[in-house]
Every structure is written in C-alpha cells, then in structure tokens.
C-alpha cells in the first residue's frame, strides 16, 4: 500500500501496484485486445454480427409483466427472501419437465440451479479440476468455457469435429496422447447441438460411440446444450444424457429459450456430483437468485412456453436463411461455411492467408463486426476463421453485414495478392486470454 | 464410469465414485453434522434463533410491484437481455450514493455488482489467494468468508476481538506470527460494523490504528460491511475505506437494506482490482443478473429507501431489545453476552464445561435453534460459544426461544455438575467443514 497507483493516467499505461499480490490463476487473466473494438462495434451504424446476444423482442412483455407483479402481490416476501442453495423446488421440477423434450429422464432433487449455464461451468470446473488437469474440448469450443478452464489453471486438449460434430477417432486419439503425456483428464467438455461456435450438431449416430469412448477412458462428459431446443427443422435429439446417467453432467439454461438477464441456468449431475455442486454454490452466493427463479417458475406455468419456443425457432431459422443465402450471393467462393441447422451461429473459414484478427479493425471500420477464430482455441489456432451470429440483427440488417463483410474480405485479398500475408504468423498465432464477455458470448 | 453410484442407499451410508475425481479442494467439502438439524429447526414449532435472515415482511410491496411492473413495461428487453459483466451503470452510481452515508467518496467505475456480497467475497479470494496463502479473520468470523477461503485454500489465522471490535495488537501479533512462520499473508478480512456473529463494532478511535497497520505491513484490507446502515442509536461511523482508497476493497450488499431475493451486493476496488474483479466475474456468471439490478435500481429512484431504512432499524432494535431483555431475565448468571448496537446478532458465552454443538441436538428437541460457535472458527475454537440472531421472530417468539434456551442449559448445568463435561474435548473441539448456508448466513 506503499505504492499508489497513478490514477491520472490512461489505462494502458496504468500501473498495477497489486500484480505481486494476485494468485497464480490471475497473473494470465488480461482484457483481450479485441475488447476495446468491441467497444467500438456496439455503435448503432456498425453491424455487429459478433455477439450472442438472443433476441428477445418477441417476448409477450404483457404475460411476462403480469406473471411477476402477481409473484410479488401473492409470494413477494418469499420471492424477495434467501432461497435453498440448491435452487426452487417448483422450479426444479420444472427443469425435469422441460429435459424431457430432449429424453431425459431426471429426478428434481439431482438439479442445481446456477446463475446462469455459465456458473455451472464454473462450478463443475471448481469441483473438479485442479491446476493441470485436462478438459477435453471440441475445436473450436465456446470462448466462456475456456475462460473457464483457464481460470482453474486446467489445460484444453482440442479435439476435431466435422459436419456431424466431434469426430469418435479424434475424442480418442485426444485421450490417447493426453495420457501417454502423462497428464490427468477431469472431463470431456462438449456442445452436442446447434455449437457455439462452429453451428454443426452431434449426429444421432455418433451419440452412443462418444459415450461409449469415454465410458471406456473413465472420463466424465460435460453436456453443455444451450441450444438444443432452438433447431430449425426436426425434433431435439436425444441428449448424451438421455442414455447415460452416471456418466454424463447435463447443462442447460434459460437465457436462450425464455431470456438471460435472469441469469437462471442448471446444472443436472449424478447425485453424490449434485452434493459437492450444491456446498460450491452456497461458498459462491449462498444461494442462486430467487426472485429470478421464481418469475421464471411464473412465466412457465402461465404461458404457452413452448409455443414462445417455437415462434423464436421460426425468427432464428428466419436470419439463418437470410445468412446464408447472403453468405452465397456476396463472399468469395475461396470462402467455406456450414449451414447450422438450429442455434445462432456460422462458422466461416476465410480464404488461405487471410487473419481474421488483423483484418477485424478494418472490417469495424467498414461497420461490420465478428469474433476472430482465435476466441475459440486455447492454443492459438483459428486465425484462419470467424464466427458470424444470426441471432440479434433484423434480416436486413444481416444481409448488409454480410455485404459489408465481403467489401472487406475482398480488399484483404487485394491486399494479399499484392503484399503476402496480411500479418506474420508468428503474431497471428499469439493468443491473449479472450475473456469471456457478454460481447461474444 | 464402470462404478455405478448405489441410488438406493441412504445418504450416509451413500458412495460417492466420484471421489477420485475432485479437485483437492472439493476433497474437505462436506456437509457440516448441523445441517441435518437445521432441516428440524425449520419446523414452524422451533423458534429459530440460528438463521440470518433479515425480516422483509415491512417492505411495501405495492410500491416494488409498481416499480418492477413499470420496469417490465418500459425497460423489459433491456432489463431481460444479458448485461455488462461489471454491472448496470445507473445501479453504481446509485451504489456510490448509498456509500457516502458512510463517509465514502468513489467512483461508479470502481463498483463491481456482484451476487450477493458473498460473491464478491469470493472473487476478491478466488483473485488473490493461491493454496497455503493466509487470510486473517476476526476470531469469530463470517462463517461464509471462512467457507470460501476454505474453497480456495487458503489458511485462516483468527484474530482477536474485544467490545471494540479487532484488537491492535491481537492484528499486529497475527501478522508477525504468520510471517515468522514464512507464510504469506494475502488481507485482512474484517467486518468492522456490528459484526456477524459477534454483535461489536470496530470504534471509530481504532479505525485510524487498524488501518496504519495494514498500510506498514502492507496487506489489504477486506472490508465487508452488509449492516453497517443498520444502527440503533447513532449514525453510522465511517468505514474504513472512507479514509483509505487504494488499501481497502469494500463491500455492501442490498441484502439487508433491501430485500436478498435479488442477490445484489457490490464490490469497491482499487482500479487495477476491479478490473480483474470483472474479469473474474464475466469468468464466473458473464455478467450479473441485469433484471435484479434494474429492479433495485428501480426501488431506489421510487422509493424513500431510506425511511424504509429506518423502519428497519427500529424493528430490529425492538427485536434486540426483546432478546437483551429476556437473557436478562431468564439466562444463568454464568453466562455472558454482549448487548449489540445494530445489525443482527448476540454473542453469548456459556458457562464453563458447557459445550455448544452438543447442546444443539437437545436445544432443538426443546424447539430452540442457535449456531454453535465453533461454526465461526477456522479452527475448532468456539465451543463454548454461541451465535443468537434476532433478525427474523417476532419479540414473542424471541422471549420465549430465550426461555426454552435457558431451560436447556439449565439441565445441562445440572447434567454436568452430575457427570462431568457432557462432551469429552476431544469432540468437542473437532470442527467439520461448517459450509456456509442460508440457514446460518
């Protein structure tokens, strides 16, 4: 305290009187580079095709107001109160009402409510992992969770996936090598529907062999499924832990299919898993936000919820298509991209020796903004691809985005027929710690 | 995964598989002996004087229903829609004005909303403390903080208190004692203004000696200060961090002033500290719930908040009262307590041989509830001690809660002078995990 820090001046300058005092799993926790243009990319005249912010306009606001001004007249002062640790039990129960769309088939008393899916990450992580354990994640992974694992210390191991999501052969050849390196595996980290960030979905065919592989290698597997009721053209496939309930910690959340600023999430785990989650939540906030839970528990029993599901199936599945078909009319054909059959977002892979980090400062300039690749890896990779999120602009809005986008892609190539690559790769493969934030999450 | 969990079983008896699989700090986290009791003292015929919720049953319930209802109307797709990992900007500048009636001066860039200030006790920790890293509590202290650097691994070395709350020297010794010792001292967590669970407060002419001891041996201080508005007689004495910017994290909740439902507490940093606060906390959760935010924000513009304080204050004074009165009348004169000027809690020492957790079984068959003091000792004093909360009964049901209290110790008085100590020390003085609860917060 000797030390002051010098608060006249500007952040990058600032000095950080206390970075002796931090613990080790906060000297690598620094703001991402691409934060401040993310700052930038909010501005009404850029088309930000880089959040995953859900869009929740079509939410009945008139439902949703009368649902809660009636839990505060009836239930205000127990609303308003401390809850259980564990979270509602009428919400609970609710939760078990909701997986089973998906085949499972769940007891109240084995779920967690958390503040969000995102907390549940968190807390699984704590419970499991100390510093150097391996996650197993798909590659690309969701940018949150790797936060996630990066702040326990864990090290990611990036398995492939293809059009049908993580390939059986690489899950293996992952196992295989993390433990001839001699290192411990806690977990298979994975987003079997509608992925964030890559769009392609576990195939039903794949489902057993994945489980049976980590059956197999002892390894639990972390279901993460934000998304698996928002698909655009069939029926939710049945989730890993429909057939598997020993194995498997299933999450799940609200903040896509009702609205997130509730932060209400779950997670789903064997029971003596839920004991240990439950004493991680209380040492976190006592205990998940009632008032929360308790609008939800409203709004589920009052409204046709499923039917809201569906009308946000029909919005997405709108932007999807004006996505893709504009993907189709103006990027050039070096480019490749999935068609997601459900969720929020295309995976784009540029053509060869574009940087999508480099090229983001131009492409914000052009009023359109994305999420670099290299979110989505823990170890440098991805520089060659982005994420485009369908799920908040209007159609026009996306067309134009995409529009803009090419303008940019093209200039970039221009650039590098003309120079060589945009960036040396040596700098494209440094990877900062891409916190996770609600810009990109 | 080849081990299958034996559902049938009770839950003592229950194997956990999973147990090779925690991280090592997950390996000490077991549910405290007590909570089973807790479970029976939440039977209406118990009068509890164990739990530390705050009575709401005053808050006006038409007024918050008008004002989240016009929030819904007006602010709905903001106030459901994900937010910004630090926090609402209207609710931290509000946050900064509840703040200067303790004499603080800050800025809303300085906040981090939080769930709960128990959050924020965990994320300051989960920032700063490596395993083995050394936290100095009051001795007693918050049971929640003890659970959380329980979590994160760090040791707890106890400090005393007097009627004036931390003692100087008793600090100045811990730190040398600590230090000799090799070990790192990361803060001082302290809870300056009627204290949970020992009732005191830190007097306004140590405050200055306190912190001047910090400052020399260069550790921060934790301020956590959720009762501070919370008063009887007098305004409130000014914090800590009133005087000392860039040595003290502070934190408040609205738990107590307001309602816990909403989970909303904050905490004030050192710019470089909070900036790996929200780090942590879009790490933890991406952001805080944005509707319980918006919903306090709310309250706080239509609300005289401040008379509803006040209400507060003098229900909770009638409620210590009633409590001070009855000791008085009822309890044996061995025993001791202190008679607390705000806040929520009497500290009570039994008479000599009398141990707390094993008086609690019998307490409750008489329906009285309390918290053992061991609960609030990182290492296994307190036994002859224990915490009475005069937040939530009525003065009815506290008098005569008191009343069974001192019938039970009177029989175990006679028990003793019959048989001895009625536990021998050896158990008396093993402390399990007291995981932090809402029953006992």
Not at 6 to 17: F, I
Not at 191 to 208: D, E, Y
Not at 248 to 270: C, D, E, H, N, Q
Request: hydrophobic share 40%; proline share 7%.
């Amino acid at each position: 305290m000797n030390e002051v820090t010098p608060r006249s001046q500007g952040s990058s300058t600032r000095l950080d009187s206390y970075v002796d005092r931090y613990a080790a799993r906060t000297q690598g926790m620094t703001a991402s580079e691409i934060r401040a243009l993310f700052a930038v990319a909010s501005r009404p005249e850029v088309v930000s095709l880089a959040g995953g912010m859900p869009n929740i306009s079509g939410l009945p606001l008139d439902v949703v107001g009368r649902a809660i001004g009636d839990l505060i007249a009836e239930q205000g002062p127990t609303a308003m109160q401390y809850g259980s640790g564990q979270g509602v039990p009428e919400l609970r129960e609710q939760i078990c009402e909701v997986m089973k769309l998906e085949g499972i088939s769940a007891h109240a008393d084995d779920v967690t409510v958390t503040v969000g899916s995102q907390q549940a990450v968190d807390l699984v992580t704590r419970i499991f992992c100390d510093p150097g354990d391996v996650v197993i994640c798909e590659a690309p992974s969701y940018v949150g969770a790797l936060g996630v694992f990066k702040a326990y210390q864990a090290e990611v191991v990036h398995a492939e996936m293809d059009k049908d999501g993580l390939v059986p052969d690489a899950l293996r050849q992952a196992i295989a090598a993390t433990r001839a390196a001699g290192k411990r595996i806690k977990f298979l980290y994975t987003i079997p529907n509608f992925h964030n960030p890559a769009g392609v979905t576990l195939s039903a065919a794949r489902r057993p062999e994945i489980l049976e592989i980590c059956r197999e290698a002892d390894i639990l597997v972390l279901e993460d499924n934000p998304y698996g009721l928002l698909g655009f053209d069939q029926e939710p496939i049945p989730a890993l832990r429909a057939s598997e309930a020993e194995g498997v910690i299933y999450l799940g959340s609200f903040s896509k299919t009702f609205a997130p600023g509730f932060r209400v999430g779950w997670a789903l785990a064997p029971h003596a898993v839920r004991e240990k989650l439950v004493l991680a939540q209380e040492s976190a906030t006592l205990c998940p936000p009632q008032f929360s839970q308790m609008a939800i528990s409203a709004y589920l029993t009052n409204h046709d919820w499923l039917g809201q599901i569906k009308h946000f199936r029909e919005m997405y599945r709108e932007r999807r298509d004006a996505m893709v078909d504009a993907l189709e009319a103006y990027l050039p054909k070096s480019c490749q991209w999935n068609v997601p059959e459900g969720g929020f977002y295309v995976w784009l892979t540029l053509p060869p020796g574009i940087d999508a980090k480099a090229m983001l400062p131009r492409a914000v300039t052009a009023r359109v903004a994305y999420v670099p690749g290299t979110a989505f890896f823990a170890d440098g990779f991805g520089s060659g691809s982005i994420r485009l999120s369908y799920c908040y602009p209007t159609p026009e809005r996306i067309r134009e985005g995409v529009r803009r986008l090419a303008g940019v892609l093209e200039q970039e190539m221009e650039l590098r027929a003309t120079f060589g690559a945009t960036t040396p790769p040596s700098l494209a493969a440094r990877s900062g710690y891409d916190a996770p934030s609600t810009d990109i999450n």
